[in-house]
């Protein structure tokens, strides 16, 4: 993005940058403030545990704010009868002690995962992320990553059907275990059920429910990326829940904390036993301070209901954006799950013919109108809703006009100047 804020300070879906504008904020840290800049609650939660305890490394002595915090996530996500919860740092973190984890409980050492994927920037996280732009000069990678293409309905249907293009791709994954690698030697498939950096395409029902029978079939273990979709953010808890399946493992982080650096990973417990002393862990992992704002930030989800707000929002910009497709034809795809919605700019109503271009400039455009948003996609081609889910009504209105506006005007359809 050409123009980026300096962000003094943040109140609910505002932010104060340095030369005083307020700045409607659609990109909340990349989905991480979710209920909004400096939660009152969160904040205050913050505080108090500060003037308590900052940090005691809980390999050295144990605190209840971790325990309490474990115990939340596994009532809230339940993997199966008996359920255990590690606290991470980072969303990468979390991916990395999952990978280690399966490949311990199953002792095979091959993983799979997607194109358009997001796992994060540590070695083992970039090896599973796809973007070719994030890993420059990087290498080498991580062994015994094996890479299918995402179940991308709009791009790869080719005339099909929803359901011949679903059997089609499970028997490209099934195919996979013949021709790329043994499934005996497979740990697990790593999967966002909603693609994030990928251009927030979610992965067919029937898909996501087809790859847990393979799954189960050969013994491989299903992690399921959540640190982007999860807490509310598609309308539920978790963007799994949609699906009616249950992972092995899941891993967490963003919208967790608010704000705090904290992230999770869950799962079965037998599996988690797998993990042997001394292979997971680490020194500020399940920090104090950000477990008291991740135990505040879920109270107050629970009191208000965040995930059928998040279903409403999401209704809000599903229904706009698809007016606005119907004004554009710029707009090759309106898509989401919840509040986790965007639309694909294209040319020639052609899914190969990205428009990265449009994009960028209707990023700098919102900007200068005083809003916040995203790109994401391969080609960064796609714009992205990731507003606060506690956002007021007039605010989300005010912002899906700037957005609208804007595109059409860059795109010749009115003629207006931008407002400064």
Known sequence: MANRATAISGKDSKILDADGRELLD???????TALGHCAPSVVKAICAQAEQLIHGCFHVATYSPYLDLCEKLVSLFPHGNETKAMLTNTGAEAVEN??????????RSSIICYTGAFHGRSMMAMSLTSKVAYKLGCGPFAPEVYRLPFPNYYKYRDESDLDTFVDRELLRFRDALMYMVD???????????????????PVPMDYMKGLRALCDEFGILLIIDEVQSGFCRTGKWAAYQHYAVTPDLSTWAKAMGSGMPIGAVIGKKKIMDSAKPGTIGGTYLGN????????ATIEYMEKHNV?????????????RFNILKNKCKNIGDVRGLGAMMAFELV?????????????????????????IILTAGSFK?????LCPLTISDND??????????????LTNQIKTSPIS
């Open 26 to 32: 659609f990109g909340t840290g990349i989905g991480v």
């Open 98 to 107: 999952a990978v280690k984890i399966a490949r311990q409980a199953t002792r």
């Open 183 to 201: 499934p005996g030697n497979v740990a697990a498939v790593i999967v966002e059920p909603v693609l994030g950096e990928g251009g927030f395409i």
């Open 288 to 295: 104090p301070v950000s477990c008291a704002a991740a135990l």
């Open 307 to 319: 995930p059928d707000r998040a279903a409403e929002i999401g209704k809000t910009v599903r229904d």
């Open 347 to 371: 040319t020639n109503s052609d899914p190969n013919q990205p428009d990265g271009e449009l994009a960028s400039a209707l990023v700098d455009s919102c900007f200068e109108r005083g809003l």
């Open 381 to 385: 081609n796609v714009i992205r809703v």
């Open 396 to 409: 989300l209105e005010a912002g899906l006009d700037i957005i609208e506006e804007e595109l059409l005007r």
